[in-house]
């Protein structure tokens, strides 16, 4: 079966810093993949989507960048973290029919 | 672009009861809408697809229905349980383009034993 696995589950960082967050997909192949960010008490924002290694494409201009450098892999980074940039991140891949399934989230507190 | 609504409030409710909770959206009618349910700290987990063509679609206690006139979807819980309280968000569809689903904020569900 397919799950998703999402790291670190929980990060506090300092404003300025640099942030590196992994998702990695397993039992599936080619899947689309996505980055949201979910602010408290707020819906989800998709921040990134890609449909192959090395295809990304940005939904919202923003401090942040995302990579695939494998296929089950997408990574989601800033070179300098911002306040705003506080909130839930969520891996996500759609392959099963037209659903999404989600990871565990990442929260992150940038002070 | 789609805008969807969903009651920011939340929605209390005694065990054993129905609850209802309503998702609208405006310009374009999609071509499915999909309900989804959230717990705190966790990432939502889908539950129920229904097309433009079904008028009603079930999967054991939960029924959802997707009037297109109206622009409106209704999810219902039936015989609810306080293990039902979660945020339940609806999400639909592009019009056109790639498959990339717009997410509704959710509504809280609180289910009182």
């Known amino acids: 079966s397919q799950t998703i696995h999402q790291w670190p589950a929980t990060l506090v960082q300092p404003v300025g810093s640099p942030l590196s967050l992994e998702c990695t997909v397993e039992g599936t192949s080619n899947p689309n993949l996505y980055w949201y960010r979910q602010a408290a008490g707020r819906g989800l924002q998709l921040l990134f989507y890609s449909v192959g290694i090395g295809q990304i494409s940005s939904e919202v201009p923003q401090n942040l960048s995302a990579s695939r450098p494998q296929d089950r892999q997408f990574i989601l980074s800033s070179k300098k973290l911002l306040l705003s940039d506080s909130g839930f991140y969520l891996c996500?891949?759609?392959?099963?029919?037209?659903?999404?399934?989600f990871g565990p989230g990442t929260r992150l507190t940038v002070l | 672009s789609q805008k969807i609504e969903q009651n920011s409030e939340a929605l209390n409710i005694q065990e054993g009861k129905t609850a209802t909770l309503t998702c609208n959206y405006t310009?374009?009618?999609?071509?499915?809408l999909q309900w989804y349910r959230q717990d705190p700290g966790r990432g939502p987990v889908f539950l129920l697809l229904?097309?433009?063509?079904?008028k009603e679609k079930r999967k054991e206690r939960l029924k959802v229905t997707f009037d297109t006139t109206l622009k409106q979807s209704l999810f219902h819980i039936t015989a609810s349980q306080p293990a039902d309280s979660a945020t339940y968000l609806c999400?639909?569809?592009?019009?056109?383009?790639?498959?990339?689903?717009?997410f509704g904020t959710g509504t809280r569900l609180l289910v009182s034993p």
């Open positions: 229904i097309r433009e063509n079904e």
């Open positions: 310009n374009y009618s999609p071509a499915y």
């Open positions: 999400a639909l569809p592009p019009n056109t383009g790639f498959q990339k689903l717009v």
């Open positions: 996500a891949w759609g392959g099963q029919g037209e659903s999404e399934v």
